[in-house]
């Protein structure tokens, strides 16, 4: 059974930098084709995609938030790593992770139950 | 970037009968569309891949449809728990993946 789940802080200040973390089982990331993915929700909004890291560890973002965004993946822990520097409180939203099979089979499925950000003095 | 465009933004059917989505994208995406399903609180779920392919465990009442620009997602008799938002997701030209706005289904 193929499960992820979200990790990281409830509250953030605005200017702090957010580190998520999607930990997952049920598949391997060093798989041909494998990725792991972030979209996060604000309330109330629709899905907005971040990022993506794949078997090959190569990345790729959002260009608007490009430069706001890092994704790395730790192997042996079986977790991908999010962070996003600069937090505004238009950032609060809630943090999904998703797997994606295959390049060409890019769809999200499954998905972690999400993680809700909070970005507040 | 492609554009997805959902409609309508809220869908009122009633129990037992059958309701009909549209996504719409800014230029041909092939077959290259996921429709994902959200209940309150709760993530995504993937319904239809591959615009008319229903994922694992999905019943049979929802079906996919369309190729290019225009899909449709069909619930026949709809059922309580089918009451949630739908979104579509275009898989064909990325990054960036991009999604629709949603369509909320209400109870009539």
């Known amino acids: 059974q193929v499960t992820l789940r979200e990790s990281g802080p409830a509250l953030v200040k605005p200017t702090q930098t957010l580190t998520l973390t999607c930990t997952f089982s049920g598949f391997s990331l060093s798989t041909s084709g494998m990725c792991v993915s972030w979209i996060r929700q604000p309330p109330g909004k629709a899905l907005e995609w971040l990022a993506l890291i794949d078997w090959d560890e190569d990345t790729y973002y959002n260009t608007s938030l490009k430069t706001r965004l890092t994704i790395s993946k730790d192997p042996s822990k079986n977790q991908v790593v999010l962070t996003m520097t600069n937090m505004d409180p238009v950032d609060t939203a809630t943090y999904y992770c998703?797997?994606?099979?295959?390049?060409?089979?890019?769809?999200?499925?499954?998905w972690g139950q999400g993680t809700l950000v909070t970005v507040s003095s | 970037e492609i554009v997805m465009t959902q409609s309508p933004a809220t869908l009122s059917v009633s129990p037992g009968e059958r309701a009909t989505l549209s996504c719409r994208a800014s230029q041909s995406i092939s077959s290259n569309l996921a429709w994902y399903q959200q209940k309150p609180g709760q993530a995504p779920r993937l319904l239809i891949y591959?615009?008319?392919t229903r994922a694992a465990g999905i019943p049979a009442r929802f079906s996919g449809s369309g190729s290019g620009t225009e899909f449709t997602l069909t619930i026949g008799s709809l059922q309580s728990e089918d009451f949630a938002v739908y979104y579509c997701q275009q898989y064909d030209n990325w990054p960036p993946f991009t999604f629709g706005q949603g369509t909320r289904l209400e109870i009539k």
């Open positions: 998703a797997r994606i099979r295959s390049w060409s089979d890019a769809w999200f499925d499954p």
């Open positions: 591959g615009a008319s």
